[in-house]
């Protein structure tokens, strides 16, 4: 199994611009979670999915992210516009039962 | 939201040591997992342990649930041990499927 894969591994761009996360989860693996990692916040869990399904979306910061989960396969993270305070690594990770696995993450800077 | 702190937020040893983290949390929880965040910044599962005891190799984790605490043990510790160790939860409920992330506990382990 080729684990939890993310793209782009590294994206670097100025305000104001649009980004999108690319994430695909492990086969079969019926749950989905993005995450952001900062130094001054720690981890946190901005969504998550469930059978394709958004089922709690509090973590989102603010209305210029958003997070669309087309089929089980694939899973995008959408800022527009982007801020330099949107810098962070982003992780999307998938669950099997209880054990939630994790992908190399993006790291994003905003100029 | 629960309360997630580990202890201590620094280690540095020499290789051939032992050690022992602490996660404490605030409320009943029926997720915990620890995780091993690698200098290249990849979070690698370690345990996935609600309870009880477990054992890998040089490492092993005790959940105490009904006391609220969770220990992972390091025993003769090795430079790739080096890097952040994540105790994370989750509780149910509302929370069913979100894993609450504490602040971690920062190893560098010298040769």
């Known amino acids: 199994d080729a684990g939890v894969i993310q793209s782009p591994r590294h994206e670097v761009t100025e305000m104001g611009q649009e980004v999108t996360l690319r994430c695909k989860p492990i086969s079969g693996h019926n749950s989905l979670f993005w995450y952001r990692q900062t130094m001054m916040r720690g981890l946190e869990l901005l969504i998550y999915?469930?059978?394709?399904?958004?089922?709690?979306d509090s973590g989102m910061p603010e209305d210029r992210f958003s997070a669309k989960m087309p089929n089980a396969s694939f899973s995008t993270l959408k800022i527009q516009p982007s801020e330099p305070r949107d810098s962070a690594v982003y992780f999307c990770?998938?669950?099997?039962?209880?054990?939630?696995?994790f992908g190399p993450g993006t790291r994003l800077l905003v100029l | 939201g629960i309360q997630v702190e580990q202890s201590p937020p620094d280690l540095i040893l020499q290789e051939g040591a032992n050690s022992t983290l602490r996660c404490n949390f605030s409320d009943s929880v029926n997720n915990l997992q620890w995780f091993h965040q690698n200098p290249w910044g990849q979070l690698i599962n370690l345990f996935y342990?609600?309870?009880g005891t477990k054992q890998n190799g040089r490492l092993s984790a005790t959940t105490v649930a009904t006391e609220r605490y969770s220990l992972l043990y390091i025993s003769s510790s090795q430079t790739t041990d080096s890097g952040v160790y994540f105790c994370?939860?989750?509780?149910?409920?509302?929370?069913?499927?979100?894993?609450?992330f504490g602040q971690g506990t920062i190893l560098t382990v010298h040769p």
């Open positions: 342990i609600p309870s």
């Open positions: 999915f469930n059978n394709n399904v958004p089922i709690d």
């Open positions: 990770a998938s669950k099997s039962g209880q054990t939630q696995y």
């Open positions: 994370a939860v989750e509780t149910g409920g509302t929370s069913y499927g979100k894993l609450t």
